[in-house]
């Protein structure tokens, strides 16, 4: 089943429960999957790929947004945020832990035969597409920095 029916599906679910956190999680992933298949350029189908990157986006917005209404002391827009955070990264591919990324890009260093923080950027763009969709791109850039210096 794809990924829209699925929301679809699950929309129904939370209406028919009440469960206002979970719909407004549901709705704001349909919004953002509408509006990729209308970009310009974009095909009538997004392919999972296309779909982890719109649901990645999504949740990195609502950090931002979280980090900046905890900053403003604006506790009841964060709880907003979070649940949202939460029914989004439902639907994401499981995430890599620190340590699974860590020995990946270990062994990524030792293969490439990178040397120091003049090979971060090679060594990124490999590590960005072997582990897209299972971490994010700044714990990465993290972790990478950690091993090369």
């Known amino acids: 089943m794809s990924l829209s029916l699925q929301i679809d599906q699950d929309i129904k679910t939370a209406m028919l429960a009440k469960d206002e956190a979970r719909l407004r999680g549901l709705r704001a992933i349909k919004a953002a999957l509408?509006?990729?298949?209308?970009?310009?350029?974009?095909?009538?189908?997004?392919?999972?790929?296309?779909?982890?990157?719109v649901l990645q986006r999504l949740v990195k917005q609502r950090k931002?947004?979280?980090?900046?209404?905890?900053?403003?002391?604006?506790?009841?827009?964060y709880t907003i945020e979070i649940e949202?955070?939460?029914?989004?990264?439902?639907?994401?591919?499981?995430q890599l832990d620190a340590d699974s990324i860590k020995a990946y890009l270990a062994k990524l260093i030792t293969d490439q035969g990178a040397s120091g923080m003049k090979d971060m950027g090679k060594i990124m763009g490999l590590a960005s597409k072997e582990l897209a969709g299972q971490a994010d791109g700044k714990t990465i850039s993290e972790l990478l920095k950690e091993l090369l210096s």
Do not use: H, M
Request: hydrophobic letters at 35%; charged letters at 35%; a negative charge.
């Open 84 to 94: 949202e955070i939460a029914v989004i990264e439902a639907y994401l591919p499981k």
């Open 64 to 77: 931002e947004s979280a980090e900046i209404y905890r900053a403003q002391n604006r506790d009841d827009l």
């Open 34 to 53: 509408l509006l990729a298949k209308t970009e310009k350029g974009a095909s009538e189908n997004l392919g999972t790929e296309a779909e982890t990157k």
